[in-house]
């Protein structure tokens, strides 16, 4: 079965450094998501991305944070200098299309900010 | 706007009995309701959604949800519980009003404990 794949699974920085997490969607969906969850929290949402270009974001995702799909396959999300408050489980998502289609998720990219 | 409610933080049950872990939401048009289970040190796994047609939506596992418009509520169901039902569970909602954007909206979770 297709998956979404992350990396790294876990990464532990120190506060002010950039951040990138990579993604690789399932290989034939068009929309693109980043979800987050800060530890015994809720699932948020942070951006959607399609045709090459953010759809949504919330008030979260704010000028530290960009996403980007530099090729074919991967879909990255950068954080330009974490805060010790950007510490969370990071998911990314994707579907075939809008709508009711299925989200699929990752494992998940745990980010520690010290 | 769209939100979500899990008004449960954590529901137990013992293995063999029913179980019911609840969710309304809030949506200015019509949603798209789905159900999302989330196991240690793992991601989101879909369990079912609601688009249109029957009220009662079968799903992964077992479970089955039905849809309640007037009460605006999308409970999750399994006749007889499973120690390895023991989880997270996320109920989330898509408005699918004419204004509104494709991002899918998630309760808080409801941790499932199910004892043998």
């Known amino acids: 079965e297709p998956e979404v794949t992350q990396t790294p699974s876990h990464q532990v920085t120190q506060m002010g450094q950039e951040v990138i997490l990579r993604c690789v969607p399932i290989?034939?969906?068009?929309?693109f998501y980043w979800y987050r969850q800060i530890l015994g929290q809720k699932v948020e949402f942070l951006v959607s991305f399609y045709n090459n270009e953010i759809s949504e974001k919330s008030e979260i995702f704010d000028d530290q944070f960009s996403v980007e799909r530099p090729d074919g396959s991967n879909f990255t999300l950068k954080i330009r200098s974490t805060k010790l408050e950007d510490s969370a489980m990071y998911f990314c998502a994707s579907t075939g299309g809008a709508g009711a289609n299925v989200l699929t998720f990752g494992a998940g990219s745990r980010l520690t900010v010290l | 706007a769209q939100s979500v409610a899990q008004p449960e933080d954590q529901v137990k049950v013992a293995e063999g009995n029913p179980l019911t872990v609840k969710c309304t939401y809030s949506v200015s048009g019509n949603p798209y309701l789905f159900w999302y289970v989330q196991y240690p040190n793992r991601g989101l796994q879909f369990l079912l959604k609601y688009i249109t047609g029957d009220n009662l939506v079968k799903g992964s596992y077992g479970f089955e949800a039905e849809f309640n418009k007037s009460q605006t509520s999308f409970h999750l169901k399994k006749p007889s519980a499973l120690v390895s039902d023991s989880a997270l569970y996320f109920c989330a909602v898509r408005d699918i009003g004419s204004n509104a954007g494709n991002m899918l909206t998630f309760g808080g979770g409801t941790r499932l404990m199910v004892k043998p």
């Open positions: 290989s034939n969906h068009l929309y």
